[in-house]
């Protein structure tokens, strides 16, 4: 970045602020480790996927306007969730079109492993994580963002999450039979089609026990927290860790 400080604004999901804080710890330690300067203001809220995914799209509009507010100025902005990084980049047009400094926010707005990879342009991450690991393709950031290229696409293989895994001494990453289906999740999905969601997520942890997978990772929190869910009930050998937690060197819990 030709030596030039970077400094981000940290936007931090509502469901990582108030049930996965260490997640966010993650994040801001992963970019600090990289050199970011990070800055995260408190007056954030809800990105308005919840309200905007139910049909709700009026109550979602104020929730899109204070975005814009709070992280117009930012010359960056940086997420740890695919699917919320997705919510501004392709669903805030209806909102938001014409406001000015809305295109530019698009632009630099950024999923964690992206930001890595396209702007810091990281290479490897420093450290071990010897544990078998597979890793969950989420659906917004896998097929809205193109962290990785979708196995229904006849374009060259790439995973920018996979990528930066790979990079970690003694980590092994296994090979599943399906690897960027749905976990079933789909915020109110999981509430409204219950049985549904919870057969697509056990589906998931069956594809992960045959590969022989000990810690499920994401770019995505709520997809773990769907299948830790269903992981916790059948008390299936399985953990899950956000990728900002693998890479900052969390231990294993």
Do not use: W
């Given at each position: 970045?030709?030596?030039r ?9 509502c ?10 710890l993650?994040?801001v ?23 905007a ?42 909102y938001?079109a ?15 492993c ?7 342009q ?28 979708s ?29 960027d289906e ?11 089609e219950?049985?549904i ?57």
């Amino acid at each position: 970045m030709n030596g030039r400080p970077i400094q981000v604004g940290l936007f931090i999901p509502c469901y990582i602020d108030q049930l996965y804080p260490e997640v966010g710890l993650a994040t801001v330690a992963v970019l600090e480790q990289h050199g970011v300067t990070v800055d995260f203001p408190v007056e954030q809220t809800c990105c308005g996927q919840p309200m905007a995914n139910t049909g709700c799209r009026e109550d979602t509009r104020p929730l899109a306007v204070k975005f814009l507010k709070i992280f117009r100025d930012y010359r960056y902005v940086v997420c740890p969730s695919g699917s919320c990084v997705s919510m501004v980049r392709h669903h805030y047009d209806e909102y938001l079109a014409g406001m000015p400094g809305f295109e530019e926010l698009k632009q630099r707005t950024f999923e964690l492993c992206e930001f890595l990879v396209d702007v810091l342009q990281v290479d490897r991450i420093e450290g071990r994580f010897p544990h078998r690991v597979g890793l969950h393709n989420s659906c917004h950031g896998h097929r809205e963002l193109r962290l990785g290229a979708s196995s229904e696409l006849m374009i060259p293989r790439f995973n920018k999450v996979r990528q930066l895994l790979s990079t970690l001494d003694g980590i092994q990453l296994t090979e599943l039979e399906r690897s960027d289906e749905c976990c079933g999740f789909g915020g109110t999905f999981a509430v409204n089609e219950e049985a549904i969601s919870s057969m697509m997520g056990m589906d998931r942890l069956r594809d992960h026990q045959r590969a022989g997978t000990e810690v499920i990772t994401a770019a995505d929190m709520s997809c773990l927290m769907h299948m830790q869910c269903l992981i916790r009930r059948h008390k299936l050998p399985l953990r899950v860790m956000h990728v900002a937690q693998i890479f900052a060197g969390q231990p294993l819990t």
